[in-house]
């Protein structure tokens, strides 16, 4: 169905308010074309522009986006080298993209582990889109939600034994805002590409009712029209959180 055509079919007033995607295989988008890995990362920016700048246009606030787990250092390392490398060079080339387009550049995961070159372009390119306010994308870079979830159970038991609050204290908002997602709302949708039908620990807590969207294109092939059928999916589902249809 043409991108149009799908569009057409998106309520404006329904666009979830935060979405989440695991951009998954650039490698077998490559392997498939008898090409390095790497490429398929670099064809994988296109599809992180393309789909961000879409987003924006809809009127999404926040796009999280599954940049770099803190698994994925297992991976060989001449390809770990090249996704930074390619990390560097996009910030560079989008920044002004960002600005253009008053896109706030935001990160979670522990990104001090990052190379020092990346580390730099992050924060500066940060900087530089702290006051934009048309959407936050947000990278998740050396992140895994367990990690979150242990830095966030250490933290408040700083706090139980520092006295700051007490054990009783402890409830669901104080751990969602102690994570290191605790500024951004909880994903309504989660997207999910290359016909995996898991989430990789990503977010975990705080896709507890998000809405799940599977597919098995390639992200480098995940174009605007692909985008637009997960919008228009999401759209077709009643979210009940627990209560009956008759309640909402």
């Not at 999404?60 to 060079?89: D, G, H």
């Not at 992140?143 to 520092?162: L, N």
């Amino acid at each position: 169905m043409p991108a149009q055509t799908l569009l057409s079919k998106i309520d404006k007033d329904r666009i979830p308010n935060h979405i989440a995607i695991i951009m998954d295989g650039n490698g077998r988008w490559a392997k498939k074309r008898a090409l390095p890995r790497v490429v398929g990362h670099e064809y994988g920016v296109k599809s992180v522009r393309t789909v961000a700048e879409t987003a924006a246009k809809l009127g999404v606030k926040y796009l999280t986006l599954y940049t770099f787990s803190t698994e994925n250092w297992n991976r060989p390392q001449l390809e770990v080298k090249a996704i930074m490398a390619l990390l560097v060079r996009t910030i560079r080339k989008e920044v002004a993209t960002l600005q253009k387009n008053n896109i706030r550049l935001r990160t979670i995961g522990d990104i001090s582990a990052l190379p020092k070159e990346a580390y730099n372009e992050l924060q500066e390119a940060m900087e530089l889109t702290k006051n934009n306010e048309r959407m936050d994308l947000v990278l998740a870079l050396n992140y895994s939600a367990r990690w979150d979830i242990i830095q966030t159970t250490k933290k408040i038991a700083e706090m139980v034994k520092s006295g700051a609050i007490e054990v009783a204290s402890i409830n669901e908002e104080l751990i969602s805002h102690t994570l290191n997602t605790g500024t951004l709302p909880e994903p309504e949708l989660l997207i999910r590409t290359s016909g995996e039908y898991r989430i990789s620990n990503f977010m975990l807590w705080e896709l507890a009712y998000g809405e799940f969207y599977f597919t098995d294109i390639y992200w480098p092939e995940f174009d605007q029209e692909a985008f637009y059928k997960a919008i228009v999916d999401y759209q077709k589902r009643e979210r009940r959180f627990g209560k009956t249809s008759e309640q909402i």
